[in-house]
Structure formats: structure tokens, C-alpha cells
């Protein structure tokens, strides 16, 4: 009795093990923003809560497709993992989950998010996943990344899908407003992103990876950061003039601007790792708060005011 009950608490020790592995390959921090700006963007196509039968199936899509591209993009970039201390501990390079498993566990969530999106949502939006899927893996990871300055410029539109993917699952088609915040997320995604850079930036050299730090140094970075966080405050705050969101997020949106352009100056000034910290952290806040009040912008003048 004693044994077979040892055994049974080996398997769950071993399951629980194998699904926090994979779990790891799908960067779940990451997959989980996706979602929330895919659902904001819902919110705001819809007018107000989305219908279950079209929410749910669009946020299980979208998190197939993010998980899975993850997953992909972990196995590409494999070799590289392992020669930086930030992501030595990744399953693949740390050894606790094979390479080709890890493949096919991503190549499997991709195909899967298509096959939901396509019968419960629509076909637009199952093709709009599947090609943020493959700009993260094909355009980014395979070609940009260790190639060019630009990895992130141009790479950054990967992140922006799932609110096109958002809006599309609610319309069925795209407009000038789902472009905006598609916007706002690819804007984003540089200071964010060369943050975290000037952090790890000796990981970068090491693996010779050009981010903007390593190709271009780290005062250059600073001022990028200052300029695109600029042009991201001007494009938080078009829904404005175009008259699709309400005054409590534009209110809210030019005090987190405010704060994001300060941040940026102050990393200018400083120039230390503790200031790319603030800077790196609050951007993580930023784009989570800006999408939230959006949702009580949205909810406030459909529920309370209309």
C-alpha cells in the first residue's frame, strides 16, 4: 500500500513537472497581455461585453496562437538561450524538454488556434492569428533578430496582432480604429523592449545578437527610447479626433504618457542600470493600465452615461 501510494505521488510530482516545462516554453506573462489587449479591443468593438460564444473561443485561439509561437520561437533560438544568463534556465537549453518536442508542441497550439478561430469565430480572424503567428517566428525570429538593428521596429508588429485578431472576431472585417490601437501596441514595443536591452545588454554582445544597445550603444538607445515614447503618446491619444474612446481614457492616457516621457528623459540623464529598471517596469505597467481604461472608458459610457 505504503508503495503504490509512493508511486502515485511520483506521477503527479512528474506531471506537474512536465506541464510547468511546457508551460515555460510558452512565455504565459506575455501570452497573457496578448489576451488582455485582444480582449479590450472586444470590448471596444462590441460596444460592451462581447457575446460568450464569440469571447471565449477567440481568447482560446489567441492563446494558442502566442503560446505556440513562443514555444517555436524558444526552439529557433535555442543556442542562443543558452549562451545568455537570462534564459539559460529555459526549458529547452536548461535540458527539460527535447528540442523537437518543444517544436511540434508549438507547431500543434498554432494549428489548433486556426481550427478554433475558423469554426467558432471566423475565418478572418483564424488567418490574422496564424500570420502574427508566422511574423514572430518567419519575419522576427528567423530574419530580423539576429540580423539587423531593426529587429524590434519592425519585429514589434508581431505583438500588435491580437488586437487586430480582437476586433475582426467582433466585426468581421478591420477599421481605422483597430489600426490605432494596433498603433499603440507597436509603438510600445521598442521602448519596452530596448529597456530591457540596455539591462541585459552584455547577454546580447555576448550572443551577438544587434539589439539597439550592442549595434548602435547604449546613449543612442536612450534617445530612440525618448523619441518613440513621443510618438507613442501621440497615438494613445487619437481616439480623440477620431472620437472612439471617451474623456477618462484620454485623461488617463496623457498622465501614463506624461509619466512615460519623464521616465524617458530621466533615462537619458542618469544613463544607469537603475534607470532602464524604472524604465523597463513601468512600460510593463503602461501598456496593461492603458488597455484597462479603456475597458472603464467603455464600460463607463455604455453602461452608466448612454
Known sequence: MGTSIQSVEVEKFNLKRLVKNYLGLTKLPIVLLLLFTTLTTMIIAANGIPDSAI???TLIGGAFAAAGASAINQYIDRDMDAMMSRTARRPIPSGRVAP?????????????????????????????????????????????????????????????????????????????????????????????SWALALLVNKDYTLANVPMMPVARGEEATRRQILLYSVQLVL????????????????????????????LAVKLIQKADGAAARTMYKYTTSYLAFLFLIMIVDRLVIRYLVA
Do not use: C, D, E
Open 55 to 57: 469571447l471565449l473561443p
Open 100 to 192: 523537437l518536442n518543444a517544436l511540434l508542441f508549438g507547431m500543434g497550439l498554432l494549428a489548433w488556434s486556426v481550427l478554433v478561430l475558423a469554426m467558432w469565430v471566423n475565418w478572418l480572424t483564424a488567418v490574422l492569428a496564424l500570420l502574427g503567428g508566422l511574423y514572430y517566428v518567419i519575419l522576427y525570429t528567423l530574419i530580423l533578430k539576429r540580423n539587423t538593428v531593426v529587429n524590434i521596429l519592425i519585429g514589434g508588429g508581431a505583438g500588435a496582432v491580437p488586437v487586430l485578431v480582437g476586433w475582426s472576431a467582433v466585426t468581421g472585417q478591420l477599421s481605422f480604429q483597430a489600426f490605432i490601437l494596433f498603433a499603440s501596441v507597436f509603438y510600445w514595443t521598442p521602448p519596452h
Open 235 to 262: 497615438i494613445t491619444l487619437l481616439p480623440l479626433p477620431f472620437q472612439f474612446l471617451g474623456g477618462i481614457y484620454i485623461l488617463t492616457a496623457s498622465v501614463l504618457g506624461v509619466g512615460m516621457i519623464y
